[in-house]
């Protein structure tokens, strides 16, 4: 029945906006929606779902499934002419495919989105697998995964566009994907990048390549590296960013690796810093610490300094990237 009214079983009256809305629905059967054209907004709040939901290739208005349980979602090559809203929700992990040949709960590969997405209180789980799998998303809004966002397996947005930035502030990543990664932003370009507040990674965090026009921050990040100790907390190498806050709430458990990166503006402080660092061809413009535990920039709290762990204080200055 949901399927037959999104796809125009029934005729709207002229001059109504077409739209969809359930609450606490139980949805038995799947939900496939693969290549559809739906022109109408599609809004289920607090529902069950007894199977995975189908947009493979689907072009569809705003979608919100907000404080429901759903078993997967797929929607790669999606177009959403909206908001993509799952907040609250609980989305677990689909058996593998060959789209996908590790088992994923969130499904956007190559998608796009004009809106925003909210994963604000949401819960996506696919222990030991891949959480989100993003690469090559395209986002018009921002991305949100805030206020009691938790991933169980690895965060992947692998060349992603985030041009209204990617906001994680106190999320928390758990039960990390293939070969210890909690988050995987290799090659994605943003304009922000915001890991702050009690983030939370318990496995690696890729940034490899990532370019960020304005601000990257890790401002009272725990950043735990794999569980199993083996492999950095943080692998920067390449990365481009105007401004990088490191102002970590503990020393990292594993390695930081910033080899080659360029950023113009270094925020640390004493707890951003673990005993082994790669910084090797890593170039900066200016270094601040903040000693008080403010925000650095304030009004004398921050003082240039030289650069942690032994960093060669000859290396080259940069102009802000262009990026």
Known sequence: MIVAL???????????????????????GHLNLAAAQIAHDLWLEDCWFEESVDLLGATTQTLAITGSQVPGIEADSARIEGNLDLRRSVVESLASSPFNHVSTALSLSDARVSGGMLLNGAR??????????????????????????????????????????LHMRGARLECPGPRGVALSLDNVVASTLNFSDGFTANGTVR?????????????????????DGDGPALLGMLMQAVDFDFTLAQPPSGTVDLRAAQVSYLHDSEHSWPDVVELEGFVYGSIKVDEAGEAAGGSGAAELRAPPCGVDTTLPRLQPPAL
């Open 6 to 28: 999104l796809l125009g079983a029934n005729t709207v009256q002229s001059g109504a906006v077409a739209c969809l809305r359930l609450a606490g629905a139980r949805i038995s």
């Open 124 to 165: 996506i789980s696919a222990p030991g697998g891949w959480a989100m799998a993003a690469g090559g998303l395209v986002m018009e809004g921002g991305v949100f995964c805030q206020g009691g966002f938790v991933a169980r397996g690895q965060v992947r947005l692998m060349e992603a566009q985030l041009p209204r930035g």
């Open 207 to 227: 940034l490899r390549g990532t370019r960020v026009s304005d601000k990257a921050t890790f401002e009272g990040a725990v950043l735990n590296g794999p569980p």
